[in-house]
């Protein structure tokens, strides 16, 4: 009896090991913080039960386990937890691995192939005062965002880009976002763009500064997840539309998941980029937001940018926008 309970534990030990064993991704060295359906743990010893975890969705971090990553600073994090779990918990992790200066951070599903990292938001620059007065306006660079959308009829994802003027001259242009227009100058439409079609768009044909991506039939870039396991079935179809609109090529791109939207929705996102062989967007976690409980978005009138063309077109009509203020709007300094 005592050889063959010696031979179950080495067994167990053994799968325990081969279980527990980093998936592709996950960088040398990282401490493992795990969740199950009952508890979380770091590094192999439990810190709470997954209740803990349940509560307050609005919660920052979670301080037990924080205080347990204190001692691993600098190394890295990776995160493990069942598909089904909301992104809120997946964000109390992260900021709380953050938060004891655990860098870089990976997260993937129990059972998942691979770990993503969870990249912080990109950086632009926000507007204010202008004491040297007006600057010249570059060109434009397209802030995407890719929403991950949850509600009763499952999850689903949304595309928009925010077009923010380039402001400065040549290379030292910096992407600025909520500046007065009294600290713009007027847009150089002739010397900004080559082609007479986008050149009647910057001086003829204004835009928006935001516009919705759009998928084949819809708003929506991939088909409803009923359930979180089906959001398996987004990679290959989400890879299409992020080359069709060449958004490989962003540099300010992030996937902005609401709390309640399932931890397999953001991985088979991130995914979807991966293969794209896109560069994998940010995942921010400074701001929480709460679900969408209204009519479906997908049901909305698909959506105008349906190509890379289109997303460049995009941004020489909103430049346009900023030529054709009107008095009493706000003005561009000439």
Same mark, same amino acid.
């Given at each position: 009896?005592?050889?063959?309970?010696?031979?179950?534990?080495?067994?167990?030990?053994?799968?325990? &090991?081969?279980?527990?064993?980093?998936?592709?991704?996950?960088?040398?060295?990282?401490?493992?913080?795990?969740?199950?359906? #009952?508890?979380?743990?770091?590094?192999?010893?439990?810190?709470?039960?997954?209740?803990?975890?349940?509560?307050?969705?609005?919660?920052?971090?979670?301080?037990?386990?924080?205080?347990?990553?204190?001692?691993?600073?600098?190394?890295?994090?990776?995160?493990?937890?069942?598909?089904?779990?909301?992104?809120?918990?997946?964000?109390?992790?992260?900021?709380?691995?953050?938060?004891?200066?655990?860098?870089?951070?990976?997260?993937?599903? /129990?059972?998942?192939?691979?770990?993503?990292?969870?990249?912080?938001?990109?950086?632009?620059? !926000?507007?204010?005062?202008?004491?040297?007065?007006? $600057?010249?306006?570059?060109?434009?660079?397209?802030?995407? /965002?890719?929403?991950? $959308?949850?509600?009763?009829?499952?999850?689903?994802?949304?595309?928009?880009?925010?077009?923010?003027?380039?402001?400065?001259?040549?290379?030292?242009?910096?992407?600025?976002?909520?500046?007065?227009?009294?600290?713009?100058?007027?847009?150089?439409?002739?010397?900004?763009?080559?082609?007479?079609?986008?050149?009647?768009?910057? #001086?003829?044909?204004?835009?928006?500064?935001?516009?919705?991506?759009?998928?084949?039939?819809?708003?929506?870039?991939?088909?409803?997840?009923? $359930?979180?396991?089906?959001?398996?079935?987004?990679?290959?179809?989400?890879?299409?539309?992020?080359?069709?609109?060449?958004?490989?090529? $962003?540099?300010?791109?992030?996937?902005?998941?609401?709390?309640? #939207?399932?931890?397999? &929705?953001?991985?088979?996102? !991130?995914?979807?980029?991966?293969?794209?062989?896109?560069?994998?967007?940010?995942?921010?976690?400074? !701001?929480?937001?709460?679900?969408?409980?209204?009519?479906?978005?997908?049901?909305?009138?698909?959506?105008?940018?349906?190509?890379?063309?289109?997303?460049?077109?995009?941004?020489?009509?909103?430049?346009?926008?900023?030529?054709?203020?009107?008095?009493?709007?706000?003005?561009?300094?000439?």
């Amino acid at each position: 009896m005592r050889e063959n309970g010696l031979l179950e534990a080495m067994l167990l030990l053994t799968a325990l &090991a081969c279980f527990s064993r980093p998936v592709p991704g996950v960088p040398d060295q990282a401490v493992k913080i795990a969740v199950t359906p #009952t508890r979380v743990s770091v590094d192999g010893t439990a810190v709470g039960e997954f209740s803990v975890l349940e509560a307050n969705p609005v919660d920052e971090d979670v301080p037990d386990v924080r205080l347990a990553l204190d001692s691993f600073e600098g190394r890295p994090a990776w995160i493990e937890l069942p598909g089904d779990s909301g992104f809120f918990i997946a964000r109390k992790l992260i900021n709380a691995a953050r938060r004891a200066g655990l860098d870089p951070v990976v997260l993937s599903v /129990t059972g998942g192939k691979r770990a993503y990292p969870v990249q912080r938001a990109p950086s632009y620059a !926000l507007g204010g005062p202008c004491p040297e007065g007006p $600057q010249a306006i570059a060109g434009t660079q397209p802030l995407v /965002t890719v929403w991950i $959308q949850s509600g009763r009829a499952g999850s689903w994802l949304l595309g928009e880009v925010r077009h923010l003027p380039l402001v400065g001259e040549g290379t030292n242009a910096v992407a600025t976002d909520f500046l007065e227009d009294a600290c713009l100058q007027k847009p150089d439409c002739d010397a900004l763009y080559s082609g007479e079609r986008r050149r009647k768009f910057c #001086t003829s044909d204004p835009g928006p500064q935001e516009v919705r991506l759009g998928g084949d039939v819809s708003a929506c870039l991939v088909p409803i997840a009923r $359930q979180p396991a089906d959001a398996a079935e987004w990679p290959e179809g989400l890879a299409r539309h992020i080359e069709r609109l060449g958004l490989a090529k $962003q540099p300010l791109t992030k996937v902005v998941p609401e709390a309640q #939207t399932p931890v397999a &929705a953001v991985v088979a996102t !991130l995914e979807g980029f991966r293969t794209a062989k896109a560069p994998i967007p940010a995942v921010p976690t400074r !701001l929480l937001f709460e679900g969408n409980d209204g009519p479906l978005a997908c049901t909305a009138p698909s959506a105008v940018i349906q190509t890379a063309q289109d997303l460049e077109d995009s941004g020489a009509r909103y430049l346009g926008s900023l030529l054709m203020r009107k008095k009493g709007s706000g003005r561009i300094v000439e």
